[in-house]
């Protein structure tokens, strides 16, 4: 089985800030790992996926995260937070049965 | 490419009457859905896996006869919640994966926000 840990519900970052959020992960076979990202009453939105190859991956909107399988990590960043990045974000984690599950998930507020 | 409706986006129904809710593949067959659950301030919890012409198969704790859901097409699956009572009030989100989608691609629709009254 698969599992996601998301620390901090809640993460506040300036404007033009450093945007960190952690994930880390439980899989019983390599995982295929995912961000998204939810605004409010919508769906998800694909920011990134790491499957297999480079463990650096860039996804829309200038987020990127990297794999790290020693300290099953797949944290997310972008360099300089932006207003409109005021979102929910989910880290997911899926094995070959594809069947997603979720971390809690961390609200961001982006402080101008 | 890839984009996945629902309908309705938002329903109020009353308190033991049934609702029906669409999810559409609309530019890709999807040989499998899935449907979740999402609580205010709270994460995705996956609730049944369907594949076209094959019964659905729920997650442990979901009530088969409560969620009934249909995927009788290669782009239509639907959840009706049955005999609805205020605690299903939530968020429903369908996703869908196609046949030339690797193993890991879903695509999300834009939810269902259900209220019973």
């Known amino acids: 089985a698969q599992s996601v840990t998301q620390l901090g519900s809640h993460v506040s970052v300036s404007e033009g800030a450093l945007v960190l959020l952690r994930c880390n992960y439980s899989?019983?076979?390599?995982?295929?790992l995912f961000w998204y990202v939810q605004y409010p009453n919508q769906g998800l939105q694909l920011l990134l996926k790491?499957?297999?190859?480079?463990?650096l991956v860039k996804g829309i909107n200038g987020f990127e995260a990297e794999f790290k399988k020693s300290e099953t990590s797949f944290h997310l960043t972008k360099p300089s937070a932006h207003m409109s990045d005021a979102a929910e974000y989910f880290c997911a984690v899926s094995g070959r049965n594809n069947r997603l599950a979720f971390g809690k998930g961390n609200q961001v507020v982006v402080i101008p | 490419g890839a984009v996945v409706s629902q309908h309705p986006s938002r329903v109020i129904c009353k308190s033991g009457t049934s609702v029906k809710i669409e999810c559409r593949s609309l530019d890709f067959q999807a040989t499998t859905m899935f449907w979740y659950r999402q609580f205010p301030k709270q994460s995705l919890m996956l609730m049944a896996t369907?594949?076209?012409?094959?019964?659905?198969?729920?997650e442990q704790g979901v009530e088969k006869d409560k969620f009934l859901i249909n995927h009788a097409s290669l782009t239509l699956s639907t959840l009706t919640v049955t005999s609805a009572h205020p605690e299903d009030s939530s968020f429903y989100i369908c996703?869908?994966?196609?046949?030339?989608?690797?193993?890991?691609?879903?695509?999300f629709g834009p939810g269902t926000r259900l209220t019973v009254t």
């Open positions: 369907s594949n076209e012409g094959s019964k659905a198969t729920y």
């Open positions: 790491y499957t297999t190859g480079a463990t």
């Open positions: 996703s869908a994966r196609g046949q030339e989608a690797g193993p890991y691609e879903q695509y």
């Open positions: 899989s019983s076979v390599p995982p295929y």
